[in-house]
């Protein structure tokens, strides 16, 4: 078999996916203009079936594609934005069913499992912080669950002046400007939901790639990671709005490197800076504690019964969490709910010299140069 499939199946990844995804499960793979194999998983292994008859779903890509997601470079995700691959059979949101086993075979990943040793369980443990915190322990804490509240980082009149500025760049943003997502509100009014580059019209904003404080809680991750304005999405803003709206102004459970480059872009660290109150009637954070160390789970990781951790939190208050963390943030539930963040990425240092300036893995979202940004199911049937 081409492209070293079946040297895969016999690694300690196949008996990953095998567990994770059960027995009897099928995956058919087109590369370039190979027939095609199927893969399927068996009790302690996956078996490698000439031709995808009989596949579940089925896939095609072009060699470079594939070589692109054996190398993670490119998601599953990020080569479906990118019009680089093909749903044959069956839906997408079957073959995204199938992502956390192709990185146990591919990337000899563990996949997230609540009955699994090395699943993190919070028990009676804090993620909740104050800034003058011991501070090693609050770095044992984010390696150990993968995020951290910490409260009162920024005064009342911090929080005023940024939640101004983030107004004021609202008000210049355009679907047209590529420095911003938009999204469709029940009305059909266009909605802006996300500002990027905000430190490239904003003094205020640029003033944060070099605030201490957060730099300090960047440095419980990794002290080499440094912060990232010109890259990814820059100092940023995420604008929820109330329920109803189409378009990715609700994050699904996803990884902040889930359209690709996870071998550059991690480990890194987001900071999200509240400038509202974060709770269920205005679209706050869940995280899967511990994820970021597994592939997985498979499937939802509520429906899927998993301990997900759901953040309360005050104007002032700052998340950090690693972006490799599964995280969600669904809809607010309140009529008039809305939250706005204002996130500062850390980054490796390797990763000024792969990424342009002024560019992210993100920019695949564009494809269609309109600004609305489609959510998966919509970009599946597009």
Not at 128 to 156: C, I, K, N, Q, W
Not at 308 to 332: K, N, Q, W
Not at 356 to 377: K, L, M, Q, T, W
Request: proline residues 7%; contains cysteine.
């Amino acid at each position: 078999m081409v492209h070293d499939l079946d040297a895969l199946v016999t690694g300690w990844g196949a008996a990953e996916a095998a567990r994770a995804m059960g027995p009897g499960r099928s995956f058919g793979l087109v590369v370039g203009d190979h027939p095609g194999v199927t893969l399927r998983t068996a009790d302690g292994g996956v078996v490698l079936d000439p031709g995808v008859e009989g596949a579940e779903v089925v896939v095609a890509l072009d060699a470079a594609a594939f070589a692109d997601l054996r190398a993670e470079r490119m998601s599953i995700f990020g080569l479906l934005y990118a019009g680089l691959l093909t749903v044959e059979r069956g839906e997408f949101d079957r073959v995204a069913a199938w992502e956390p086993a192709l990185q146990a075979l591919l990337y000899d990943r563990p996949v997230y499992d609540r009955d699994t040793a090395d699943v993190v369980a919070l028990g009676d443990a804090t993620c909740s912080y104050a800034l003058g915190d011991d501070l090693r322990e609050m770095a044992a804490t984010l390696e150990r669950v993968g995020f951290l509240h910490v409260r009162d980082v920024f005064d009342p009149a911090e929080v005023a002046a940024l939640t101004d500025e983030v107004e004021r760049l609202r008000g210049l943003a355009s679907p047209e400007d590529r420095r911003s997502w938009w999204a469709t509100a029940a009305d059909g009014e266009q909605v802006c939901c996300r500002l990027t580059f905000m430190n490239e019209r904003s003094g205020a904003m640029a003033a944060l790639a070099d605030d201490p404080r957060l730099a300090r809680l960047a440095s419980l991750a990794d002290p080499e990671l440094r912060p990232a304005p010109t890259r990814n999405d820059g100092i940023s803003a995420v604008l929820k709005h109330p329920a109803g709206t189409s378009g990715l102004s609700d994050l699904p459970w996803h990884r902040d490197c889930g359209l690709g480059g996870h071998p550059l872009l991690c480990p890194g660290v987001n900071i999200g800076v509240q400038l509202d109150r974060a709770s269920a009637e205005t679209g706050q954070l869940l995280f899967l504690p511990g994820s970021h160390r597994h592939a997985g789970p498979v499937g939802d990781p509520e429906v899927g019964g998993h301990a997900t951790v759901a953040i309360d939190a005050e104007p002032g208050d700052v998340t950090v969490h690693f972006g490799h963390v599964l995280h969600a943030a669904p809809p607010p539930t309140g009529p008039a709910g809305a939250r706005r963040t204002v996130y500062v990425g850390f980054s490796r240092p390797e990763l000024f010299a792969q990424i342009p300036e002024g560019h992210a893995y993100n920019d695949v979202i564009y494809a269609d140069g309109d600004g609305r940004v489609r959510n998966v199911a919509e970009q599946s049937s597009a």
